[in-house]
């Protein structure tokens, strides 16, 4: 069983900057593909970046290249999404997911483990 848990959420400002983080235990991730996923009000979950076992291929969703960045600390068992010229429409809750394999993967149905999530709020 892998646990993770979700920080960094919190209010920002148009054009500001937050740095999530998921840390992960039970099992080192090192063999593990990682997500990050989100989830607006009344909408669906959709996917935001994912990142291979070793950080070396990454994936990001159309709505945040360019300016979100998914990284990984194998050695702290950690998952980093960097967040920067945030915008309103980013303003959900998001999720670290993790599964075993070392490709990267967008849909969250391939997840086997998931955080509770942590709240990102932008301000126009």
């Known amino acids: 069983q892998v646990q993770l848990v979700e920080s960094g959420g919190g209010l920002a400002q148009a054009g500001g900057s937050l740095r999530l983080s998921c840390a992960a235990s039970?099992?080192?991730?090192?063999?593990?593909?990682m997500g990050w996923f989100r989830q607006a009000p009344g909408k669906e979950r959709e996917f935001v970046a994912a990142?291979?076992?070793?950080?070396?291929?990454?994936r990001y969703a159309d709505s945040v290249k360019g300016r979100f960045t998914i990284s990984r600390d194998n050695a702290k068992n950690t998952v980093y999404l960097q967040m920067n010229s945030l915008k309103p429409e980013d303003t959900a809750v998001y999720y670290c997911?993790?599964?075993?394999?070392?490709?990267?993967?967008?849909?969250?149905?391939?997840?086997?483990?998931w955080g509770q999530g942590t709240q990102v709020t932008v301000s126009s």
């Open positions: 990142i291979s076992w070793s950080g070396g291929s990454t």
């Open positions: 039970g099992r080192t991730i090192s063999n593990y593909g």
């Open positions: 997911a993790a599964r075993r394999g070392s490709y990267y993967y967008t849909s969250g149905d391939e997840y086997a483990y």
